[in-house]
């Protein structure tokens, strides 16, 4: 009986399983559109993924740092705990994306809009606004040259 008790409790630490997809990843990085794939936990370091039709997807946890994702549709994916640190999301849509606890320090969000975006817990020390839409419609241009 004690070992079934440290047993369920070990999984129970575990956190929330990530069920990354291979198939979306390769389909995401053929330039495909992978509307509510699961790619939560995926390695997109660096990644050329302008354009993308990510919109609904799983991305939580996704390792996204430095990936391009100019003009990507992130509407209503889960971003939660992604690493876009330095990644390029210039007229990102993010509109009703779940971004809380990602690290999107030095991100370039020109552009992009995050209208009802969740960014509770979301670092974003030294990243870019400039017409940027944030979650509650303001538009950010914080970050434009001659600000």
Known sequence: MRAALVLITVVGLAGPALALTPDHVERVLDGKSCTGCDLGGAGFEGANLAGADLASANLMAAYMPG?????????????????????????????????????????DLTGADLTNARI????????????????????????????
């Open 67 to 107: 990936a391009d994702l100019s003009k990507a549709d992130l509407s209503d994916a889960n971003l939660s705990g992604a690493n876009l640190r330095s990644a390029n999301l210039r007229g990102a849509k993010l509109t009703g994306a779940d971004l809380s606890a990602s690290l999107l320090s030095q991100a």
């Open 120 to 147: 509770t817990g979301t670092a974003m020390l030294d990243s870019v606004f400039c017409r940027t839409t944030m979650p509650d419609g303001a538009v950010n241009n914080v970050g434009c040259s001659g600000n």
